[in-house]
């Protein structure tokens, strides 16, 4: 195990509440360090902004974001306690490690502002000949075309719940509908991401959010989008 996971690995967490069943909730931690063949330190992790105290005897389904992808096993929490004022967990690894193969479609938790508009035929056609040509370019082209009513009036905004290589599940106060082709521009937060510009995507499903009237959660499916694009979107999963 220690030649896959370095200290400060990234880890997301899945609590096991009865026999193969894992719950919906997720938990982001980091691997600290390796105290026993076959225990391990780990960040206590944070949900929201608050500790989540984890407690002994809890089972949970780990996903590590290693360098040489992500590998699965399932760990129990043997103890709890503080390291120079850092909250820790102590966990016990219950299975063997598993490498994940299709990591393009591994989803992580992930809270980002973003915002999206519905295109046309017309308007797909025509932003992704303008992703091929150089930015400067680009510029004077949309300055020369440019219609008065403004392209960011046209987004709508939304928020992140998790994405993958292979597609974005969000929150809008506006709806758009199955079978629609949408941009979107997601505020990366790592200087590699922030470089994405125009993310393209089918809607697949959208259905109001419970308890939050107004609201709707929007799955979608990336859609010409290019390896390097898709390389860089997972490299953020992986390293953030």
């Known amino acids: ?3 896959l996971i370095e200290t400060g690995t990234k880890m997301e967490l899945k609590k096991i509440r009865h026999v193969d069943t894992m719950g919906d909730t997720s938990y982001v931690s980091r691997f600290l360090y390796q105290k026993s063949a076959d225990e391990a330190v780990i960040e206590m992790p944070v949900k929201g902004g608050s500790l989540v105290a984890l407690e002994p005897e809890e089972l949970f389904q780990v996903c590590f974001y290693t360098s040489k992808g992500l590998y699965q096993c399932q760990c129990q929490v043997v103890s709890r306690h503080y390291e120079d ?3 820790v967990a102590v966990i016990k690894f219950r299975s063997e490690f598993e490498k994940l193969q299709r990591r393009q479609y591994y989803r992580m938790e992930c809270l980002l502002q973003m915002e999206f508009k519905t295109l046309t035929e017309e308007e797909y056609d025509e932003l992704l000949f303008l992703k091929t040509i150089p930015k400067q370019e680009r510029e004077e ?3 020369e075309t440019e219609d008065g ?3 960011a009036e046209r987004f709508y905004s939304g928020v992140s ?3 993958s290589g292979g597609g974005v599940r969000f929150n809008s106060g506006h709806a758009a509908n199955a079978g629609d082709i949408i941009a979107m521009r997601i505020a990366f937060v790592s200087e590699e991401a922030r470089k994405l510009q125009l ?3 089918k809607v697949l499903t959208v259905t109001p959010v419970q308890n939050r009237s107004g609201m709707f959660e929007h799955r979608v499916e990336f859609v ?3 390896n390097m694009e898709r390389e860089c979107i997972i490299r953020y999963i ?3």
């Open 85 to 87: 004022s850092l909250p």
């Open 224 to 226: 010409s989008i290019s």
């Open 149 to 151: 009513k403004g392209e």
């Open 238 to 240: 992986f390293l953030e």
């Open 1 to 3: 195990m220690s030649h």
């Open 199 to 201: 993310l393209f995507a």
């Open 161 to 163: 719940l998790d994405i």
């Open 141 to 143: 082209m949309k300055s």
